[in-house]
Every structure is written in structure tokens, then in C-alpha cells.
């Protein structure tokens, strides 16, 4: 959090009250809600990822563009009074009424030691499996949270990205976990957690294609590249109304559910066999590649790949080092297939808007970028085998 959330220029002297839920959603987001008087009129103001967004507002409801930010981490939930600090253009003062408790030398250790984020407390190696899974799933809950609000307030594409790894990393442990949970739940909170994937999906695509394109733009590849910006500016207008919709709002009812009290079958599997058997089957579908392999052959190992990384973090606090180095080397072996897959996805985008513009200078530039592809998709093809040697020897060593 910024030290001072104020506007540029001398210091203001000034006390506001800071809010969050009662189970401190905003501080495990990162962000800072605060109302305080200015010249007469109550400011509310947020700190959403160094970014101040201010409205005016009275002190029994937060006002509505704030709101509107913050619906992840809130989700229409209560807001109470945490804690009042004076900030002048020295110190950061706690305070009880008029009195000052404690003095601080900044706002960013007055906030972390006054609104600190309510953790639950470690589970213990021996604990039933759901609760290591309830654990897992809560960071990806955290994480939501925490990215959603930066999607609503930039165009940055990180936050994008970082919101679709985390809604993944929860459908697929879902799966991995399967035996813990009901059947019927299970399979329709996993369905939901697709949709909401699939409606951000475009817009991570077009930003991985662009950040891509800007590393070899050049005058004849420019009309794709327009053409590619308008897409992209559709498919964020798309992952925003998907953000702002009913749907959306109900399923983190359902993801918090998930956390604090999921519909189980049976409360203990043995995690470690459940990874191995992602791992197992990771390694089937990387010895079905061939010279002959298609890109969905490819596509098939990557997603094999994200299951395995995704259940081996999940086994790791239970493991130690020899899972951590597995993480880690297949880490870079999805590097790689997801290399590939960038490079047929591009190939599918830039061939797409070249057929709807009908211009040959258009067809010209796209030829020109479909051959940067092909270059990119063999050269990941040619890496492949090497990068999965250090997953296969890990995978050896983590799970004897």
C-alpha cells in the first residue's frame, strides 16, 4: 500500500476511519477503504493497486462506483470500522476518541499493524485432506479478490492473467479432489468455474497475441495489429460485463461456500496418490507426442501439465523439497507447450481478421505474421523433449 494516498503537493493533515469486512477481505486483497472529511464533504476513498479512486459519500453506505470496484472482494457484504488514523506531514497517529495510542512513522506500517489480515491458522500435516484443500482454495479466492478490482480500475493485462491462473488452479484441484465432494455440486460449481475462464479467455488471448506483436512490429504488419486492438478493446468490454453480472457475483457466494463449508462425501484421500495420478497422467499423454502429433495433441499435454503442477502445490506443504523442484521444472515445461499453444492461437486470430478485412494489404501483413508463428510454434516443438526430461526425472525422484 502507498504511503500517502493523498493528492501531490504539502502534506494534509487529516483523520479518517478505515473500513473493511469483518473477515478483512480488503486487507487479504491489498486494498486500503477509507472515509474522512474533506473541505466539509465525506470522501470515501480506495487504494486499488496503488491506484486512489475518491467519491463522495455520507457515512452509512459506500458509494456506488466504489462499490461497483470492489464487488469481489465485498460481495454486498457488511463494511465495519476498523480503525482511525491521523496522518500529518510527520507521523501517522493511532487514535481512541482524541487521544493518540501509538505513533507510526508511515501509513503503511500503521496499516499493517492496525488492519492485519484475519489468517486461519496453519493445518496441520495430519489433518484430513479437505482441510489442506479448503486451505488451497482460499489463496485462490484471495487472489481473485485481489485481481478482480485491478481488471475493473486498468487496462494492465497482468491482473487478467493472475484472475483466469487462479479461477483455473481452483476448477482443476476441484477435479484432482473429486472423491472429497458430492457429485452433483461438484460438477456444476466446476461448470461455472469454465464459463467464467471462457469469458475472460479472449481478452488474455489478444493480450498475450499484442505484447507478442509489439516485440516485432513493423509499417507492414500494422493493419493486423489495428485490427487485433479492436478486438482486444471487445473482448475487455466482454470480461467487464461478465465481471458485473448476476452469474459472477453468485459463484463467489459459491467459491466462499466452497472454502468455509463444502458439501463432502468423505472429509480424507490420500493427496499424495491423487497427484501421482495426475503426474501418471501427464506422463501418458507426453509419450503419445510424436513428429506426427497434432497442436491439439500438444494443447492435450499442456493442460495434463497444469493439473500435475497444480496438484503437486497442493501436496507440496506435505512433501517438502522434492515436490517444490518438480513445481519448478514442470513450470518451464508448460512455458513451453504454452509457447505452442500462444503460436496456434495467434495463427487462428491473425488468419480470422484477415479474412473478415478482405484487404490485400491486410492479407499481405497477415502472411507476413503467420510466418513469425510457425517459426515460434517449431521452435517450442524442438524444445519440448528437453524441457520434459527434467519433468520426467523429477516426477521419478518426487513420486518412488
Given at each position: 500500500m502507498a504511503d500517502d494516498m493523498s493528492s501531490n503537493g504539502p502534506a494534509e493533515v487529516f483523520v479518517a476511519t478505515y473500513h473493511d469486512t469483518p473477515d478483512r477481505r480488503l486487507a487479504r486483497a491489498q486494498i486500503a477503504l477509507r472515509r474522512r472529511l474533506h473541505n466539509g464533504t465525506g470522501l470515501w476513498e480506495a487504494e486499488i493497486g496503488g491506484e486512489v479512486v475518491a467519491a463522495p459519500g455520507g457515512p452509512a453506505s459506500l458509494p456506488e462506483e466504489l462499490a461497483r470496484r470492489l464487488t469481489?472482494?465485498?460481495?454486498?457484504?457488511?463494511?465495519?470500522?476498523?480503525?482511525?488514523l491521523r496522518t500529518g506531514a510527520d507521523d501517522v497517529a493511532l487514535l481512541a476518541g482524541q487521544h493518540v495510542l501509538r505513533?507510526?512513522?508511515?501509513?503503511?506500517?500503521?496499516?499493517?499493524?492496525?488492519?492485519?489480515?484475519?489468517?486461519?491458522k496453519p493445518t496441520q500435516r495430519r489433518a484430513?485432506?479437505?482441510?489442506?484443500?479448503?486451505?488451497?482454495?482460499?489463496?485462490?479466492?484471495?487472489?481473485?479478490?485481489?485481481?478482480?478490482?485491478l481488471i475493473r480500475s486498468s487496462i494492465d493485462p497482468e491482473p487478467v492473467h493472475d484472475f483466469r491462473v487462479a479461477v483455473r488452479r481452483t476448477r482443476s484441484i476441484l477435479r484432482t479432489t473429486r472423491a472429497l465432494y458430492e457429485e452433483d455440486w461438484l460438477a456444476s460449481l466446476r461448470?461455472?468455474?469454465?464459463?467464467?475462464?471462457?469469458?475472460?479467455?479472449?481478452?488474455?488471448?489478444?493480450?498475450v497475441l499484442l505484447e507478442q506483436l509489439s516485440k516485432e512490429s513493423d509499417p507492414e504488419t500494422a493493419p493486423v495489429v489495428k485490427l487485433l486492438e479492436t478486438e482486444r478493446?471487445?473482448?475487455?468490454?466482454?470480461?467487464?460485463?461478465?465481471?458485473?453480472?448476476?452469474?459472477?457475483?453468485?459463484?463467489?457466494?459459491?467459491?466462499?461456500?466452497?472454502v468455509d463449508a463444502p458439501p463432502v462425501r468423505t472429509a480424507d484421500i490420500s493427496l499424495e496418490v491423487a497427484a501421482a495420478a495426475e503426474f501418471d497422467r501427464?506422463?501418458?499423454?507426453?509419450?503419445r507426442l510424436g513428429r506426427k502429433s497434432t497442436a491439439s495433441d500438444?494443447?492435450?499435454?499442456?493442460?495434463?501439465?497444469?493439473?500435475?503442477?497444480?496438484?503437486?502445490?497442493?501436496?507440496?506443504?506435505?512433501?517438502?523439497?522434492?515436490?517444490?523442484?518438480?513445481?519448478?521444472?514442470?513450470?518451464?515445461?508448460?512455458?513451453?507447450?504454452?509457447?505452442?499453444?500462444?503460436?496456434?492461437?495467434a495463427a487462428e486470430r491473425i488468419r480470422a481478421v484477415a479474412d473478415r478485412s478482405k484487404s490485400v494489404e491486410t492479407a499481405f501483413a497477415a502472411g507476413?505474421?503467420?510466418?513469425?508463428?510457425?517459426?515460434?510454434?517449431?521452435?517450442?516443438?524442438?524444445?519440448?523433449?528437453?524441457?520434459?526430461?527434467?519433468?520426467?526425472?523429477?516426477?521419478?525422484?518426487?513420486?518412488?
Open positions: 469481489a472482494p465485498l460481495r454486498n457484504g457488511e463494511l465495519v470500522e476498523v480503525v482511525r505513533s507510526y512513522s508511515d501509513l503503511s506500517a500503521a496499516l499493517r499493524d492496525t488492519v492485519p489480515v484475519l489468517a486461519s484430513p485432506a479437505i482441510e489442506h484443500v479448503r486451505d488451497y482454495l482460499r489463496g485462490q479466492l484471495a487472489e481473485i479478490e485481489r485481481a478482480d478490482p461448470a461455472e468455474l469454465q464459463w467464467l475462464a471462457g469469458e475472460l479467455a479472449p481478452a488474455r488471448d489478444l493480450d478493446r471487445r473482448a475487455r468490454k466482454r470480461a467487464l460485463a461478465t465481471l458485473a453480472s448476476d452469474r459472477y457475483v453468485k459463484l463467489l457466494d459459491r467459491l466462499a461456500a466452497a501427464l506422463r501418458r499423454a507426453v509419450r500438444v494443447h492435450r499435454a499442456r493442460i495434463r501439465a497444469k493439473r500435475a503442477r497444480y496438484a503437486a502445490e497442493l501436496v507440496e506443504p506435505l512433501a517438502g523439497k522434492k515436490m517444490r523442484k518438480l513445481i519448478r521444472a514442470t513450470k518451464r515445461f508448460q512455458d513451453v507447450v504454452g509457447a505452442h499453444q500462444d503460436a496456434v492461437v507476413r505474421l503467420a510466418e513469425r508463428t510457425t517459426a515460434r510454434r517449431k521452435t517450442a516443438r524442438r524444445q519440448l523433449p528437453r524441457a520434459w526430461k527434467r519433468v520426467e526425472r523429477r516426477g521419478r525422484k518426487a513420486w518412488k
